[in-house]
């Protein structure tokens, strides 16, 4: 079946440092792959997405590439700002119909906290 | 334009009893999700409703778990005979729905916390 795996958190940085948050995934066909986030108190909202190799999904100074070769799709953010602190979700969702077309499948989630 | 909206905000139950949860998607979007998402489990997919089709059921965890759809709008989860490992919060979710759209943006609401005593 379809699965995500994200890197360990929580992540703690300081304000303007570089941020990286990997993501993997495993699925059939050629999903779609996205970041979503949730602040503090907040819904989930997304962040950004790609819907096919090489894309680049890029939002608010973050960005990430649909790596195919490495099914990979990794956050970055070259300077975080403490208003950064969320929780980090990576998702893909498959078109390769069945039962996996439509939902999406999300990572665990990775916590990040940025002190200024 | 609104949100998805889902109420109650917070619900707090006996073990045993049923409780139902509501969602109103985002006028004009044909399909429908809930998730659930918990400390032990992350965020799971639970169903999804699409048009007119027949749901797709796959991630309901227990029998003891259902959802309609009426009129192609509202959403109501219902869980019977809550369990302790029920308590989690219930994310809804809603999407344009356009044929093939597989790259199309789900819309979340922000959840109804389920506590079970």
């Known amino acids: 079946g379809n699965s995500v795996t994200q890197m360990e958190g929580p992540v703690t940085l300081s304000e303007e440092a570089f941020l990286t948050i990997n993501c993997t995934y495993t699925a059939t066909g050629y999903p779609s792959l996205f970041w979503y986030v949730q602040y503090p108190g907040e819904g989930l909202q997304l962040l950004l997405k790609?819907?096919?190799?090489?894309d680049k999904g890029s939002n608010k100074g973050f960005e990430a590439t649909y790596r195919k070769e490495t099914t990979s799709f990794h956050l970055e953010k070259g300077s975080v700002q403490v208003s950064d602190s969320a929780v980090y979700f990576c998702a893909l969702r498959s078109n390769a119909g069945g039962t996996s077309y439509g939902k999406l499948t999300f990572g665990q989630g990775t916590i990040l906290t940025v002190h200024p | 334009g609104a949100g998805v909206s889902q109420s109650p905000s917070n619900k707090v139950t006996e073990k045993g009893k049923d409780v139902e949860l509501r969602c109103d998607p985002i006028s004009g979007h044909t399909a429908l999700y809930w998730y659930r998402q918990s400390l032990g489990q992350g965020l799971e997919f639970l169903i999804y409703?699409?048009?007119?089709?027949?749901?797709?059921k796959s991630g309901l965890p227990s029998d003891r778990f259902s959802a309609e759809r009426t009129g192609g709008s509202v959403s109501t989860l219902t869980i019977q005979r809550t369990q302790q490992e029920d308590s989690a919060v219930y994310l809804c979710?809603?999407?344009?729905?356009?044929?093939?759209?597989?790259?199309?943006?789900?819309?979340f609401g922000p959840g109804t916390r389920l506590l079970v005593l």
């Open positions: 409703f699409q048009g007119n089709s027949a749901p797709d």
């Open positions: 979710a809603s999407s344009l729905g356009t044929s093939g759209g597989t790259g199309e943006t789900q819309y």
């Open positions: 790609a819907t096919k190799a090489d």
